[in-house]
Structure formats: structure tokens, C-alpha cells
């Protein structure tokens, strides 16, 4: 348990501090390049893990199988925007709107498993459901501040983590299969970018070559360090230390990358933070 909280502990700190610190300080190349880079890299990445952990057995039974393979395919489109999205909120300078969708999208997440799986909803859960809807009506009558880019981010993930859990596929042969669907596109994305002459990346520049390279290792280690911490702790505990990663994003975008926090975001928040407050105790009555 203590091995999977430290895992789990070192996934999300990775992807709410590490994570952004990287890919803020690549950011001068623009949205567009750095997630193709992103795409490109973690497949390479995936594609050397799936052979030294000897996974391909895996990786066929995926292949031959279509109804998994479809899934896959929209569950790599949408990993696609979600990167798109959150890569974008790191450019512009909108890392807390970003925040605030990886808060909400646990609680969006269990509201999606009781429409579409008919899991059951405990006074708790609909308590913090509803602050949550709350929190996002009144920004939408708040027009100028709605974080589009957190909504995008929370039901893109929620959708995608829905999805996964229909079909049930290892989570890194999953994003392999889901990174190959990409490939293409980004390949395409990528041809166009050097033929405009518009691309950072270039064999002249081997220094900047290795920086982008290392977007693939950002994707994939926390993923990595996150699935074995709920391996060996639980999906309880780790959901609940899954918040280290939205609280990281929040505090470098507030006080290190110093965005814009207006009084209508702050008071969303505080009602986002209560919904995840009752959210999580929930979670460790339900590990006691």
C-alpha cells in the first residue's frame, strides 16, 4: 500500500508540476509542433516499452479483435485533443483554467459511470456532482471567464477514461494502440510544418532536437509510475492522490507563471474544491 501511495504520489507530481514546467519552458516552438512532438515521441517510446516488458501478445489480441480496435481508435482521438487542449492552456498562459478540468473530471467521471454503467450514486457523490454543476452554470453566466479549455480537458478525459473502461486493455498497449491511430496525422501535420519552413525541429539544432524529444518520457514515466501505484494501492487511493496533479497545475499557474485569477473563477473554485473535499472523503470511507 505505502510502495503504490509513493507511486501513485510520483505520477501526479509529475503531471501537475514536472510535466508543466517542461512543457511551459518548450513552448516558445508553439501548440501546434509540440503536440505532434508529443505524439510522435511517446509512440516511439511505447514501442520500445511493449518490446522490453515483452507485451506484444497483448498488443496482437488488441489488433484482432475490432470492437477493441474501434474503441482504440476513438479513444486516440481523443487523447489527441486532450493533449491538443492542454498543451494550448500551457502556451496561452491558462494553465489554471486547465486545473480546474482536471478537478472536476473525477466527479464528471462518476457521473458518466451512472449514465452509462448504472453505478450507483451515494448522497456524497450526488452532493458534489451537483457543486460541480453549480460551479460551471455560474460561469457560464460569467461569460468572459468560462474555462473552456477545463471543460474541454474534463469531459475529453472523462470520455476517454469511460471508454477505456468499456473495453479493458492495459493502459500503456492501449495508448500504444491509440498513439499509432495518431501517428499518421501527425506525421501529415508535421510534413506540412517543414515544408512551410514553420517547424523548431531540425537536425541543425540537435540540442532543441533532444528537448522535444524528451516529450514522449513525460508522457510516459508518469503513466507509468501512476498504473503501478494502483496496481499496488487500490483505485481509491490513488484516485485520491490523483488531486497532487490539478493542485500542482493550480499553484505554478498562480503563483509561479502568475495568470490571471479573477474573483469569478476564485468563487467557481471554491465550490469545485468543496465537491472534491466530500469527494475524497467518500473515497476513504469507502478504503476504511
Not at 511551459?24 to 520500445?48: A, D, M, N, Q
Not at 486493455?169 to 491509440?178: K, M, N, P, S, W
Request: charged content about 10%; hydrophobic content about 60%.
Amino acid at each position: 500500500m505505502l510502495k503504490g501511495i509513493v507511486y501513485s504520489g510520483l505520477g501526479s507530481f509529475w503531471w501537475g508540476v514536472i510535466g508543466v514546467i517542461y512543457f511551459k519552458y518548450v513552448s516558445f516552438v508553439g501548440p501546434i509542433e509540440l503536440v505532434i512532438h508529443r505524439s510522435l515521441w511517446t509512440c516511439l517510446i511505447l514501442l520500445f516499452t511493449t518490446t522490453f516488458f515483452s507485451k506484444w501478445n497483448l498488443f496482437l489480441e488488441i489488433i484482432f479483435d475490432k470492437k477493441k480496435l474501434f474503441i482504440l481508435f476513438i479513444t486516440g482521438l481523443l487523447i489527441f485533443a486532450n493533449w491538443s487542449v492542454w498543451i494550448y492552456a500551457v502556451v496561452t498562459n491558462r494553465i489554471i483554467d486547465a486545473s480546474f478540468g482536471y478537478f472536476i473530471f473525477p466527479i464528471i467521471s462518476v457521473l458518466l459511470g451512472f449514465i452509462f454503467f448504472g453505478e450507483k450514486l451515494n448522497k456524497k457523490r450526488i452532493i458534489s456532482i451537483i457543486l460541480v454543476i453549480i460551479a460551471i452554470i455560474y460561469l457560464l453566466f460569467n461569460f468572459k471567464s468560462i474555462p473552456w479549455v477545463g471543460l474541454a480537458v474534463a469531459f475529453f478525459w472523462s470520455i476517454y477514461n469511460l471508454l477505456r473502461k468499456k473495453i479493458n486493455v492495459d493502459t500503456d498497449i492501449g495508448l500504444f494502440v491509440e498513439s499509432l491511430f495518431i501517428l499518421p496525422f501527425a506525421i501529415i501535420i508535421f510534413y506540412f510544418l517543414v515544408k512551410n519552413n514553420v517547424n523548431d525541429f531540425t537536425l541543425s539544432n540537435p540540442s532543441l532536437m533532444l528537448l522535444l524529444f524528451l516529450a514522449g518520457p513525460m508522457t510516459v514515466i508518469p503513466l507509468f509510475l501512476y498504473i503501478r501505484g494502483v496496481t499496488l494501492s487500490g483505485l481509491g487511493p490513488s484516485g485520491m492522490i490523483f488531486f497532487i496533479a490539478p493542485t500542482g497545475q493550480f499553484l505554478l499557474g498562480f503563483f509561479f507563471y502568475n495568470e490571471l485569477f479573477l474573483v469569478e473563477k476564485l468563487i467557481s473554485f471554491i465550490l469545485i474544491w468543496i465537491a472534491v473535499i466530500i469527494y475524497l472523503e467518500d473515497l476513504n470511507k469507502k478504503q476504511i
